[in-house]
């Protein structure tokens, strides 16, 4: 291949293989496959030596956009339905209009090709397409819907773009197909593929997010393959030269100059540039707390010790449901009246928690906010029971009522939009307001921690620091920093 899978099944050299043939049919249909499709293809028609057909059942393959994966799923339908008579070949997308695009897409590819001869006339009317050949075998588009197919005999069934099912669709239209693809070997001597293909999702997409993860954390059936390209977990989606080192069509149906007007058809949407040319997963929800380009808009350079002498400084904590994890949080007043506020650390659990909240506190002379209640609640309590020698609170918090609380997400947006609070960059917290959603109370919000798909508390201890500055109490002495 032109380049390496990210993760996958390698090529079983013990096993002849069907690629050859499938390789042949692409040339018949115009479009020659490309190294990485010439890879899968391989693989996937390896042939199991002692049933004499597919060793694989099931098929797995991850791709960036603009890589030819269309063209690899309608030349795998074409060789399946020539493996015998009276073939049943279905291909699976997210809504009739995208199935039917993509058929008539396909058809009007084989009419022009040199295997015209062996396609019947197809059939375009709406809800009934279908392109049979002279053997009886045909290829069909249907919509993705939670009964699609059932008690349908398939010899081979595509779901495309898998991101737009959630899990009980995905499994239902499994567990649907599984039966009746088991008669289908028994009739025709013929192992029966399922091909699940897609681009990375987001965080809505739990079917295909639930697969990948499964298969990358090593748990892959025996009769299962798999192909995972995109870019590194590390890697920069905005250095274009990254996209081109690891997208498996770069320099082969396009070129750097189409690269660049392809990030310039994605302004304002890093997110969905990185999940469409870097095949990463959109972790972000519909309903995030903060917008996106907002969040990259506010960005400030993190807080160094030049800038905390004699400047109002707050600390402040929050722990994830079921105090999984617990975020330290710092904020200060900048000279120009702004707001910055920095994430610190991301502490597993609450236990070590108190020492390093009084520590940083003690340190730096400086108060602490938190909410006293639901998963903050035991935290809240044990420093607040913390005494010195004389019996004096060791931590001084930042008063906060119960509304308070419902003030602290608004007032941190509002205070963004207006570019008055600022936030260092960092990933984690980065991750963590992508991840967040929001549930609403009356007119008020706050960012609910069961309906987020990650961490809250990164964002939470950012948006309690921002309000501890403006509210921070009065203090006789003069800020020491070490």
């Known amino acids: 291949m032109s380049v390496p899978l990210r993760g996958g099944t390698e090529r079983h050299a013990g096993r002849p293989t069907d690629g050859a043939v499938v390789a042949r049919t692409a040339e018949l249909l115009g479009k020659p496959l490309l190294p990485w499709q010439r890879y899968v293809a391989d693989v996937a028609g390896e042939i199991d030596p002692a049933t004499g057909t597919y060793y694989y059942d099931r098929v797995i393959l991850s791709t960036p956009r603009q890589c030819g994966k269309s063209t690899l799923i309608d030349t795998e339908d074409t060789r399946n339905a020539q493996l015998g008579p009276d073939r049943k070949i279905y291909y699976l997308a997210q809504t009739g209009k995208d199935a039917e695009k993509h058929f008539k897409d396909y058809v009007q590819q084989l009419a022009k090709s040199r295997l015209a001869p062996i396609a019947c006339r197809p059939r375009l009317s709406n809800g009934g397409m279908e392109q049979r050949f002279i053997n009886g075998s045909f290829i069909c588009p249907l919509a993705v819907t939670k009964v699609a197919g059932h ?177 330290l949080a710092a904020g200060i007043r900048d000279a120009d009246g702004t707001v910055t506020v920095q994430l610190l650390q991301v502490l597993d659990g609450t236990g070590r928690a108190p020492g390093e909240i009084m520590r940083l506190c003690e340190r730096y002379k400086a108060p602490l906010v938190m909410d006293d209640r639901g998963p903050n609640a035991d935290l809240h309590d044990r420093l607040r029971s913390q005494t010195d020698d004389v019996g004096e609170p060791v931590i001084q918090f930042v008063p906060m009522q119960a509304g308070d609380y419902l003030a602290i997400g608004q007032a941190f947006v509002s205070g963004l939009h207006n570019r008055l609070i600022r936030h260092a960059t960092d990933m984690q917290l980065d991750e963590s307001a992508a991840q967040c959603a929001r549930t609403w109370s009356g007119d008020a919000w706050r960012v609910t921690r069961r309906g987020s798909t990650g961490l809250t508390s990164p964002l939470e201890a950012c948006m309690l620091a921002a309000w501890g500055v403006n509210h921070r109490p009065d203090t006789d002495t003069d800020l020491q920093i070490y």
């Open 151 to 327: 008690g349908t005999q398939m010899d081979k069934f595509t779901i495309d773009e898998a991101f737009s099912l959630d899990d009980e669709t995905g499994k239902l239209i499994l567990d649907g197909m599984a039966p009746t693809m088991n008669t289908r070997l028994h009739f025709t001597g013929v192992q029966p593929q399922i091909w699940i293909t897609s681009t990375e999702g987001t965080a809505d997409s739990t079917f295909l997010n639930g697969l990948l993860d499964g298969l990358r954390a090593g748990d892959v059936p025996r009769r299962t393959c798999w192909f995972d390209f995109g870019i590194p977990a590390d890697a920069d989606p905005e250095d274009l030269q990254t996209i081109l080192k690891w997208h498996p069509a770069a320099g082969l149906l396009w070129g750097l100059d189409q690269l660049r007007d392809f990030r310039g058809q994605f302004e304002g949407n890093a997110a969905g540039w990185a999940r469409a040319f870097g095949n990463r997963r959109d972790t972000g929800v519909a309903d995030r707390v903060i917008d996106e380009t907002l969040w990259q808009a506010t960005v400030a350079t993190p807080i160094g010790p030049d800038r905390l002498d004699g400047r109002p400084l707050v600390f402040a904590a929050a722990v994830d449901v079921d105090a999984t994890h617990t975020s």
